[in-house]
């Protein structure tokens, strides 16, 4: 059976050091700013976790809820606010946006040196050329890695990773991440052909389809690590009538008997998201104080 990767347990550990870096900044506090815009339930949820993480952390945290039918316009003139406001070291804003806001355009807006969620071109692209040293690394591909350290160490040199999944939010960026660690790197998505096969070779894999459980065991090469991003809330009948319940990407038993370490679904990636924009917002502070940038 595989050893389970507890992801709640090493973001309580990343948060404690966000915590005593805080504390030891002197003068300032980290200041984090959340923009939300519409009532999506799911997005509440998270929302109001990282609210409650930030302040547990110590940061000054805001948080802007927006009715849903506010303009791209204003949203727009809050960022530029929140962009000219030294108190703000970090600024998120939730996706998906409402279809007539153009989520390409309010991402740009956002300076990259606030850019917490590491979606600006200007990290795109510092992580893709691989200086790490200076980018805003997207929280969820940031989180997965450190995942990945826990059970293989910090070499991951010539071990194969697949990563099934190639948007800009996590596919991509885990690609590019483990590319930088020496891994040999797949991309697998829609287009895949024989993706159980192409699965099957990796030391490292990572499902980030959303897609509830299309990763089967036969798909995982033995004593592989696999990482579970997917996020799908689906019908638990078992639990009651219109009852629901988290699951992963992966077929987590059936996978979990052949891997070698796997991440639960929930208490895997998902909190992990939540403490490296802690990581990232507490970096931020510090440069813009000019200190040494922190290292997680
Ligand atoms: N744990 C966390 O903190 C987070 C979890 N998530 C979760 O991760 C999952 C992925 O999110 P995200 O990257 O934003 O999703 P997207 O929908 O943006 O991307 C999904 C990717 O999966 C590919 N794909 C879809 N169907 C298949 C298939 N049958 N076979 C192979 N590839 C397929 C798509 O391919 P193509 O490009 O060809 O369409 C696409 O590249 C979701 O469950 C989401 O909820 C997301 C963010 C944070
Ligand atoms: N600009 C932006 N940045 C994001 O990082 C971002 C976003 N928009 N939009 C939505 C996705 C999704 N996301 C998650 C964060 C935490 C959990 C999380 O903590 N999950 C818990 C379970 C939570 C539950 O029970 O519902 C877990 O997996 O254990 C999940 C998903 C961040 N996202």
Same mark, same amino acid.
């Given at each position: 059976?595989?050893?389970?990767?507890?992801?709640?347990? $090493?973001?309580?550990?990343?948060?404690?050091?966000?915590?005593?870096?805080?504390?030891?900044?002197?003068?300032?506090?980290?200041?984090?700013?959340?923009?939300? $815009?519409?009532?999506?339930?799911?997005?509440?949820?998270? $929302?109001?976790?990282?609210?409650? &993480?930030?302040?547990?952390?110590?940061?000054?945290?805001?948080?802007? &809820?927006?009715?849903?039918?506010?303009?791209?316009? %204003?949203?727009?003139?809050?960022?530029? +606010?929140?962009?000219? !406001?030294?108190?703000?070291?970090?600024?998120?804003?939730?996706?998906?946006? =409402?279809?007539?806001?153009?989520?390409?355009?309010?991402?740009?807006?956002?300076?990259?040196?606030?850019?917490?969620?590491?979606?600006?071109?200007?990290?795109?692209?510092?992580?893709?050329?691989?200086?790490? %040293?200076?980018?805003?690394?997207?929280?969820?591909?940031?989180?997965?890695?450190?995942?990945?350290? /826990?059970? /293989?160490?910090? +070499?991951?040199?010539? #071990?194969?990773?697949?990563?099934?999944? /190639?948007?800009? @939010?996590?596919?991509?960026?885990?690609?590019?991440?483990?590319?930088?660690?020496?891994?040999?790197?797949? @991309?697998?998505?829609?287009?895949?052909? !024989?993706?159980?096969? #192409?699965?099957?070779?990796? +030391?490292?894999?990572?499902?980030?389809?959303?897609?509830?459980?299309?990763?089967? *065991?036969?798909?995982?090469?033995?004593?592989?690590?696999?990482? !579970?991003?997917?996020?799908?809330?689906?019908?638990?009948?078992?639990?009651?009538? *219109?009852? &629901?319940?988290?699951?992963?990407?992966?077929?987590?038993?059936?996978?979990?008997?052949?891997?070698?370490?796997?991440?639960?679904?929930?208490?895997?990636?998902? =909190?992990? &998201?939540?403490?490296?924009?802690?990581?990232?917002? $507490? @970096?931020?502070?510090?440069?813009?104080?000019?200190?040494?940038?922190?290292?997680?």
């Amino acid at each position: 059976m595989a050893d389970v990767i507890d992801g709640k347990k $090493v973001a309580e550990d990343v948060v404690g050091k966000v915590k005593a870096l805080t504390a030891a900044l002197a003068g300032t506090k980290p200041g984090l700013a959340v923009v939300i $815009v519409g009532e999506d339930p799911a997005s509440q949820v998270y $929302v109001a976790s990282k609210s409650r &993480t930030a302040k547990e952390c110590g940061f000054h945290s805001v948080q802007h &809820t927006l009715k849903a039918e506010t303009s791209e316009a %204003e949203l727009l003139g809050i960022i530029a +606010d929140l962009n000219a !406001d030294s108190a703000i070291h970090g600024i998120l804003v939730q996706l998906p946006l =409402p279809d007539h806001i153009d989520a390409g355009k309010v991402i740009q807006a956002i300076a990259p040196e606030k850019d917490v969620d590491g979606f600006h071109f200007i990290n795109v692209g510092k992580l893709g050329a691989g200086e790490l %040293e200076t980018a805003f690394v997207p929280c969820t591909p940031a989180g997965s890695m450190l995942l990945i350290e /826990r059970v /293989r160490g910090k +070499d991951l040199s010539g #071990l194969n990773a697949v990563v099934v999944g /190639r948007s800009n @939010i996590v596919g991509k960026p885990m690609a590019n991440l483990l590319l930088a660690a020496n891994c040999t790197v797949t @991309i697998a998505h829609s287009r895949t052909k !024989d993706l159980p096969a #192409l699965a099957r070779t990796a +030391d490292i894999l990572v499902a980030a389809v959303g897609r509830p459980e299309m990763v089967k *065991g036969d798909w995982v090469k033995p004593g592989a690590t696999v990482i !579970d991003v997917g996020i799908n809330r689906i019908a638990a009948p078992e639990k009651g009538e *219109g009852k &629901t319940r988290l699951v992963g990407d992966v077929a987590y038993a059936e996978a979990a008997a052949v891997a070698g370490a796997i991440t639960p679904v929930p208490g895997g990636v998902g =909190p992990m &998201t939540i403490a490296m924009l802690m990581a990232n917002t $507490v @970096i931020s502070a510090y440069l813009a104080a000019g200190l040494d940038r922190p290292s997680f």
